[in-house]
């Protein structure tokens, strides 16, 4: 299908952005996949752009297009209930209605809370900095790594939430390791996977020095020149004058989806070592498409986080 010749309404605020960051035509149209035309007839005129676009009506239904839109909006990320969803968006529709919405989606599922550390406002001055910086960053040429702990009962959690998938998990205090008995380190660029790396809840820095020399260094070889390493925030990896800073990190999202695979339908592991296998087998199947998917979402993260002010962000 071919793409509307208007900018949608997300597209006209990254524009504002970047137009306010001063990036040129060609680099907002390489990060939006927009030609530099309709672009350029926004940022023209952004006042009367799209008034003389033409409405259709849809069929009529028990819930317009809209509402059905913000009880997807409503319940994205929240603890919130069927009838809190009804009362806030003043619904005369059954519980099962706004439920069925919900299922219908392809991006919400009820999961639990994780735990993350507290953003405080050093950290949103840091991240303002660290994207606008970035904001003409080629992220296909990043690796991404980062740590997960990984239980026989299931992944850790307390509060259960509507968890919208294209979103970062929600979390409530801080944690980079919480006991457990197995932890791996991942990474991962455009496209290709680095060979998991199972460590111990006592690595150190030394020890880090050796998981990087099996995974990073033989991918790098013949990469050094065109590839940049982000590592994430866990104590152990960064000086105390740079453990504060925030990272905007991918592999969180694919984490996600590693664990839905390894633990659906509620399954549970009997001994590490079938946890181990089903874990490898599961990121062997990660496909190159999906971890494609995950690094072109940076740029919109980038944006959104100038967007909220250095906040968090949707994803």
Partial sequence: MAR??????????????????????????????????????????PINYGKNQKQFAGRQKKLTSREERNIIKTVSNSPKSLNEVKRELNLCVCRSTVHNVINRSNTIVRQKMMKVPKMTSEHKEKRLKFVKVNMATKWENIVFSDEKKWNLDGPDGNRSYWRDIRKDPQMFSKRN????????????????????????????????QSTLQKAIVPF????????????????????????????????????????????????????????????????????????????????NRVIEVIQKHGGETNY
């Avoid at 457990?180 to 809840?201: E, R, Y």
């Avoid at 990660?286 to 690094?295: G, S, Y």
């Fill in 177 to 208: 390791f919480g006991g457990g008995s197995l932890i791996i380190w991942g990474a991962f660029c455009n496209g290709k996977k680095l060979d998991l790396q199972f460590i111990t809840t006592k690595e150190n820095s030394v020890s880090y």
């Fill in 220 to 299: 790098f070889r013949n990469r050094r020149n065109t590839h940049i390493f982000q590592q994430d925030n866990a104590s152990i990896h960064v000086s105390n004058s740079t453990r504060d800073y925030p990272d905007l990190n991918p592999i969180e999202n694919l984490w996600g989806i590693l664990a839905r695979r390894v633990y659906r339908h509620g399954k549970q592991f009997n001994t590490i070592q079938d946890l181990k296998v089903a874990i490898k087998a599961e990121w062997d199947a990660i496909t190159e498409a999906e971890l494609k998917t995950l690094v072109a979402s940076m740029p």
């Fill in 4 to 45: 509307a010749p208007f900018l949608t309404s997300v597209e006209q605020a990254k524009v504002d952005v970047m137009h306010q960051l001063g990036l040129k035509l060609h680099e907002m149209s390489r990060q939006l996949g927009r030609s530099r035309n309709a672009i350029r007839r926004y940022v023209n005129d």
